[in-house]
């Protein structure tokens, strides 16, 4: 019988942690609650979870700092921040430190819930597809490896956020192939709620940063007009109209 997947509920509502606990634990959940920052950020420095339901505003540490430092961690966590900071900035920001959902309070717990579960089967799935694809990819200069989820240009090693390294090996393994925001924020995020395009152009073009010659011309992961983003098909610059004029995409750069 496998073991029972781990839940750090970081929240400090009494009566929203007890709810969401008696939900988790109905679906086989094991969850340990914790009310202030502190104590969160303690708890997950003991590694081992398998899901993070993180509050934005709470005593301590806030959950903005909290996220910032599971992601600095070698393993990756899912993150689910839950917030009565209903506002796209905070929304927008959290996503960009690396929380995979963002839930406004109020909120339905069963959606709750259910989001954490389809965050596990993503992870899951990633981890397969991993193991399957075993090999190694090497394109356009790039070298990345899946399963260390390390990648290197020119021999030394991209510093690279989970989300950058998951961006640009989704791109890589399918060069020339067009895609708009949302089919990026379906595919490497995993949701598709609208609202949340701008943090795949703030990821790209910090991506761009890391992997182009010049971010401003860039040559590997470029902006078709009107409908989106695509990897070159060998990293060498191409003709007018597919991408590049700018290094820093904005609503208009990609639908």
């Given amino acids: ?110 959606e709750l819930v259910a989001r954490v579960k389809a965050l596990m089967r993503r992870v899951d799935a990633l981890a397969r597809n991993a193991r399957m694809e075993a090999g190694s990819l090497a394109i356009a200069g790039l070298f990345i490896d899946p399963i260390a989820r390390e990648a290197t240009l020119g021999g030394k090693l991209l510093d690279l956020t989970p989300r950058e390294f998951d961006l640009l090996y989704f791109f890589a393994r399918q060069p020339g192939k067009v895609f708009s925001r949302m089919d990026l924020l379906n595919a490497v995020w995993g949701y598709q709620h609208e609202g949340y395009e701008h943090t795949v152009n703030t990821h790209i073009n910090r991506l761009r940063a890391k992997i182009e010659a010049d971010p401003a011309q860039p040559t590997r992961i470029l902006t078709v007009w009107g409908r989106g983003y695509k990897f070159a098909n060998d990293g060498a610059p191409e003709g007018s109209g597919t991408g590049g004029s700018t290094g820093t995409d904005t609503d208009a750069g990609a639908a």
């Fill in 1 to 110: 019988m496998e073991s029972p997947r781990r839940v750090l509920l970081v929240e400090d509502d009494v009566h929203i942690a007890d709810l969401l606990t008696l939900h988790l634990r109905d679906e086989r959940f094991e969850v340990v609650h914790c009310a202030d920052g502190n104590e969160g950020l303690r708890r997950l420095a003991e590694g081992g979870w398998d899901a993070l339901i993180l509050d934005l505003m709470l005593p301590g540490v806030d959950g903005l700092e909290i996220c910032r430092q599971a992601r600095q961690m070698t393993r990756y966590t899912p993150i689910i921040i839950t917030s009565a900071r209903s506002s796209e900035v905070h929304r927008i920001l959290g996503l960009e430190l690396g929380a995979d959902d963002y839930l406004a309070k109020p909120f339905s717990v069963l």
